[in-house]
């Protein structure tokens, strides 16, 4: 999903993309705190947490690169569409995008959404 945005909307997108990666940086910590809780609990002998830890990050890594890497200016809603659809930004984020780019992102989460 492709669209241009006005200097003011990518400055704002340039702040919601990164609170975005934030927040699935957090997730993913939050996942492998988890693991490292149930290994410190007993529930995990030493090989099986670190496999599920690997495995966790790793699967987690690959999703942030595959929203976020390599991501150009034009493909930049169709990420904060992601984000929003996720739960990783929300409606009060995009509040001072202009009514167009809230309208273009509106559609693009109808799609998410069907």
Same mark, same amino acid.
């Given at each position: 999903?492709?669209? /241009? @945005? ?6 704002? +997108?340039? %702040?919601? @993309? +990164?609170?975005? $990666? &934030? +927040? ?10 988890? %693991?490292?809780?149930?290994?410190? *609990? ?14 966790? %990050?790793?699967?987690?890594?690959? +999703? ?10 034009? !493909? ?12 990783? $930004?929300? !409606?009060? &984020?995009?509040? /001072?995008?202009?009514? *167009? $780019?809230?309208? $273009?992102?509106?559609?693009? @989460? ?5």
């Amino acid at each position: 999903m492709y669209y /241009d @945005l006005k200097k003011s909307d990518k400055k704002l +997108a340039h %702040i919601i @993309l +990164a609170k975005g $990666v &934030d +927040a699935t940086y957090k997730k993913g910590l939050e996942k492998a705190g988890d %693991i490292l809780a149930r290994w410190n *609990e007993g529930k995990l002998d030493n090989r099986d947490a670190y496999m599920e830890l690997f495995q966790t %990050i790793k699967q987690h890594d690959k +999703a942030i690169a595959r929203r976020h890497n390599g991501l150009g200016g034009s !493909e930049y809603l169709g990420a904060i569409a992601g984000l929003l659809h996720d739960g990783y $930004v929300t !409606e009060a &984020d995009i509040q /001072d995008f202009s009514d *167009e $780019v809230k309208e $273009v992102l509106k559609r693009w @989460l109808s799609f998410f959404n069907e």
